[in-house]
């Protein structure tokens, strides 16, 4: 997400980029570690999810 630069990076790139190759393409591992990540950063929340899209981190 942070090379991105602020660019929507979808659920399956992740999953691409980070897990395996074996690893369920219909898990929510993906949803469940973004939230998990949201938690440790704390506020103001830096990842944002963009519907029907994937995530991003806001470029500042």
Known sequence: LLRARGAVVSSEE?????????????TTIVRVTVMTLRKKLGDPPLI?????AGYRIEAS
């Open 48 to 52: 944002d999810t963009v519907v029907g």
């Open 14 to 26: 992740l999953l691409e980029r980070v897990w395996d190759a074996n690893t369920d393409p219909f």
